[in-house]
């Protein structure tokens, strides 16, 4: 992605020496310029009225194996964290079933090939998934609360993913977890904050979590309107296993561009705020917006 780099460089730049541009942090519902030159929309979700389950009760689901950096503020290397692949036993032989079939089908095309796709579109990750990558960034009151921050954050971001894995075949996987020291009034000032302290270190989303006292918000994040430079940015609240993950959802689903349905609708997505905290899945013009949007990130 150095080339994306240095386009965002040179929009920065232009950017900060223009005249008359303001620097001040911008609030919910505006639109802004993140750091790395982006327009963007804030959004945020409010708190969550239920207080649904502290702690993961079973394993999370996770779609591959991995292993993930562990960064001080200072962006050293200070550990390692090996994340093993745990699916359904079902799950996987729908799967296996599903390459099986699609592999015939292209060996019939490819002409003695090996079967490599040529359109480049189609994802490259195992199951025909696209995979999309996270860094982790948890703020020095999340991490005073839980001593087990990568392993919960981890949970939240592999339960935030279902959704995403099992409509879109996209998954989401952990590279890096950050420690990060939050600053900001409130919440679109915390997560410009993460924005300026973590962006640029190559992973498709930059997610933050945090329990910072001045968060008021369930979560934050920037909405796109196309593919960014550098990381899409959100930050959640620490409310619990439950509450959190939907949030974490929620959030990396505006990063895919998608607004909120009108609150009393009765439309059942997560980007209405009525269900955002009980369902894990989108109505039919979000899942097609999704998909339209898909090729932002990874790959
Ligand atoms: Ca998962
Ligand atoms: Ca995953
Ligand atoms: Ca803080
Ligand atoms: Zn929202």
């Not at 924005?195 to 498709?204: F, L």
């Amino acid at each position: 992605m150095k080339r994306k780099g240095f386009v965002a460089l040179s929009l920065a730049l232009t950017l900060a020496i223009a005249p008359g541009f303001s620097t001040h942090d911008a609030h919910e519902g505006e639109t802004t310029i993140d750091s790395a030159g982006n327009k963007v929309m804030i959004e945020s979700l409010p708190k969550a009225k239920n207080k649904g389950k502290k702690e993961f009760t079973g394993a999370a689901e996770v779609e591959n194996d991995s292993v993930a950096e562990i960064v001080n503020e200072q962006g050293e290397k200070i550990g390692e964290k090996k994340i093993k692949k745990n699916v359904k036993q079902k799950k996987e032989d729908k799967n296996v079933a599903k390459n099986k079939k699609e592999g015939e089908l292209i060996c019939l095309f490819c002409g003695g090939g090996g079967g490599s796709d040529d359109d480049g579109d189609t994802g490259s990750g195992d199951n025909g998934t696209r995979v999309v990558t996270v860094i982790v960034a948890a703020d020095e009151e999340y991490r005073a609360a839980h001593s087990d921050w990568q392993t919960y954050t981890q949970n939240i971001i592999e339960n935030a993913d279902n959704g995403f894995t099992r409509d879109h075949d996209i998954d989401f996987q952990v590279k890096t977890f950050a420690q990060w020291n939050s600053e900001g009034a409130n919440a679109s000032e915390i997560l410009q904050d993460l924005d300026r302290d973590w962006n640029g270190n190559g992973e498709d989303f930059l997610v933050g979590f945090t329990r910072d006292a001045n968060f008021n918000s369930g979560g934050i994040a920037y909405v796109y309107s196309n593919d960014p430079y550098q990381s899409a940015v959100s930050v959640n609240l620490d409310q619990g296993a439950e509450n959190t993950w939907h949030a974490a959802q929620h959030e990396f689903s505006h990063n895919y561009g998608l607004g909120h349905d009108p609150q009393g609708s009765g439309i059942k997505c997560i980007m209405n705020y009525d269900y955002a905290y009980s369902v894990d899945y989108w109505d039919q013009e979000h899942d097609d917006q999704i998909e339209t949007n898909k090729s932002w990130y990874g790959k």
